[in-house]
T-cell receptor
Framework: NAGVTQTPKFQVLKTGQSMTLQCAQD?????MSWYRQDPGMGLRLIHY???????DQGEVPNGYNVSRSTTEDFPLRLLSAAPSQTSVYFC????????????FGPGTRLTVL | GQSLEQPSEVTAVEGAIVQINCTYQ??????LSWYQQHDGGAPTFLSY????GLEETGRFSSFLSRSDSYGYLLLQELQMKDSASYFC???????????FGGGTRVLVKP
């Protein structure tokens, strides 16, 4: 199993540009999440999904959209990039024996100029 | 909303024991998780406590007291590779949403 994969690993955008961060998992997990992590801080939940076709907002959803057309894929779209969105983005899926363990992808380091 | 508090940094020597405390204020609570993150890496799962008491996994143990809204992660026989950030996270009652604390940076010195 590849686990949770994310592309790209690094990205530089100009203010106002849009882009999609890709996330995929091959563990057949229903629950997936997107987080952002700013330097020296914890992870903040952007959006999450409890299954294909169902998404909901987390703590910091403004400026981001998500969709979940399949169990495997959970892309995150930046609509109009702003410097405040410079961060590391992690995608995660939830599994484990009692669905208490989040498996994280390697992250995407995004810089918005 | 939820808030979690943990110390920002702890320094210890190899072989020592470190305890990282986490206090939380939540409207709902299902359980407390701990994650480890090395610099430049992704968080990895360490433990989950839903019930009061101590859970031991090798050199790491995690404790929860629901009545005190408090938990801790205990790192024993510290090794250099344990230098990392450690995050506590509360699982809300609804679904699998996690709210993370700000993290504790552990520096292990020779």
């Amino acid at each position: 199993n590849a686990g949770v994969t994310q592309t790209p690993k690094f990205q530089v955008l100009k203010t106002g540009q849009s882009m999609t961060l890709q996330c995929a998992q091959d563990m057949n997990h229903e629950y997936m999440s997107w987080y952002r992590q700013d330097p020296g801080m914890g992870l903040r939940l952007i959006h999450y999904s409890v299954g294909a076709g169902i998404t909901d907002q987390g703590e910091v959803p403004n400026g981001y959209n998500v969709s979940r057309s399949t169990t495997e894929d959970f892309p995150l779209r930046l609509l109009s990039a702003a410097p405040s969105q410079t961060s590391v983005y992690f995608c995660a899926s939830t599994g484990g024996q009692f669905h208490n363990e989040q498996f994280f992808g390697p992250g995407t380091r995004l810089t918005v100029l | 909303g939820q808030s979690l508090e943990q110390p920002s940094e702890v320094t210890a020597v190899e072989g020592a024991i470190v305890q990282i405390n986490c206090t939380y204020q939540t409207s709902g609570f299902y359980g407390l998780s701990w994650y480890q993150q090395h610099d430049g890496g992704a968080p990895t799962f360490l433990s989950y406590n839903a019930l009061d008491g101590l859970e031991e996994t090798g050199r790491f143990s995690s404790f929860l007291s629901r009545s005190d809204s408090y938990g801790y992660l205990l790192l024993q026989e510290l090794q250099m590779k344990d230098s990392a950030s450690y995050f506590c996270a509360v699982k809300e009652a609804a679904g699998n949403k996690l709210t993370f604390g700000g993290g504790t940076r552990v520096l292990v010195k020779p």
